[in-house]
């Protein structure tokens, strides 16, 4: 059996995403490079070409979008000194599954996610952050400004699944490249930049979930929050500027890579992301309230699953492990309950 490596715990409160990269050079290299490696393939000569001008895109809408973790990002690049920067803390290509269980002790959120990018599970990090609002562990990677799954104990946990895609009327290549230039358009947050300032700035779930209702987006999103109170767990489907909202009140509420909501009907639709996102909605909605990772088998686990987490910001609980498909590649990190 291969070794499994374990999952680094860094207390980065009152500093920045840029203390982690220095503390953790080296994954945040192999993070860029594996996502860099993803422009031109199966010719690595085309990614050399590619990431540059891809690279540089994406810094120029981050100006023109004045976003408030620019000036990170750039400290980031300068740092390691290779192109992929400003592209990774832009890429939504991920697919996940996620939900909000009725717990013994509150609401228990669980967390899978699925993005092809090789290495991946082998350089997570736990950085301990803090803002205005409190404390929260951000399960993140070096070099990555933005958040995509984290938990604040006493307030709130949670995390982002890519949205389906928009139909457009132009084929799936075609939807997916005019999808792109719709986001040039917008100088929205990222949704991964708003959840981080939720994650900062707010001090309880009701606030949380009215935020990420109600901002701007780049572009569609799907979030997944629980509180600290039995009734306190949605999924907020989102486009640009519109949000619909399941809850959780009568049982679970899960979600994957497509809308379950009003917002499938609208436009000319949405194509869910893969892998199979009905059939891992369907077998989420059939777990029980195990707080291991018992329940981690296909369809949810899948040959693109990277990260697996489970969540209760009532107990202060984390669990987290990294994979390489259904394939433990990390020891679990347990927090110590209470943080």
């Not at 840029?18 to 080296?26: I, K, N």
């Not at 990555?144 to 604040?152: D, E, K, T």
Request: proline residues 7%.
């Amino acid at each position: 059996m291969p070794t499994l490596v374990k999952i680094p715990y860094a207390d980065i409160r009152g500093y920045t995403p840029l203390e982690l990269l220095f503390l953790h050079r080296r994954k945040a290299r192999v993070l860029v490079e594996a996502a860099t490696r993803t422009f031109g393939e199966p010719s690595r000569a085309a990614s050399a070409l590619l990431a540059p001008f891809a690279d540089h895109a994406s810094r120029r809408w981050l100006e023109k979008a004045s976003n408030p973790y620019l000036a990170e990002i750039s400290g980031i690049a300068a740092a390691l000194g290779i192109p992929g920067v400003y592209v990774l803390n832009l890429c939504f290509e991920w697919g996940c599954t996620g939900g909000v269980w009725h717990g013994d002790d509150g609401p228990l959120l669980r967390r899978v996610l699925d993005w092809p990018f090789p290495l991946l599970g082998e350089n997570i990090v736990v950085a301990h952050q803090k803002g205005p609002a409190g404390d929260f562990f951000n399960v993140t990677w070096p070099g990555l400004s933005g958040v995509l799954q984290a938990s604040a104990p006493g307030r709130f946990a949670a995390a982002i699944n890519q949205a389906p895609m928009r139909r457009r009327g132009a084929g799936l290549v075609g939807d997916w490249a005019l999808g792109r230039i719709a986001v040039k358009r917008t100088f929205a947050l990222p949704p991964s930049h708003l959840l981080r300032h939720v994650f900062e700035t707010v001090k309880d779930f009701a606030t949380a979930k009215d935020m990420l209702c109600h901002v701007p987006v780049a572009v569609p999103a799907i979030f997944i929050l629980s509180g600290i109170h039995s009734a306190e767990g949605c999924v907020i489907e989102r486009t640009e500027n519109a949000f619909a909202v399941r809850g959780s009140r009568d049982g679970p509420v899960c979600a994957t890579n497509h809308f379950e909501s009003h917002l499938n009907h609208a436009g000319h639709g949405w194509r869910a992301r893969p892998i199979d996102s009905p059939g891992r909605l369907a077998s989420a909605y059939r777990l029980g309230l195990a707080e291991d990772f018992s329940w981690f088998v296909p369809p949810i686990a899948n040959i693109n699953t990277r990260l697996v987490m489970v969540a209760s910001a009532a107990k202060g609980m984390l669990a987290v492990m990294g994979t390489t498909g259904e394939r433990p590649v990390t020891e679990t990190f347990d927090l110590p309950t209470g943080g």
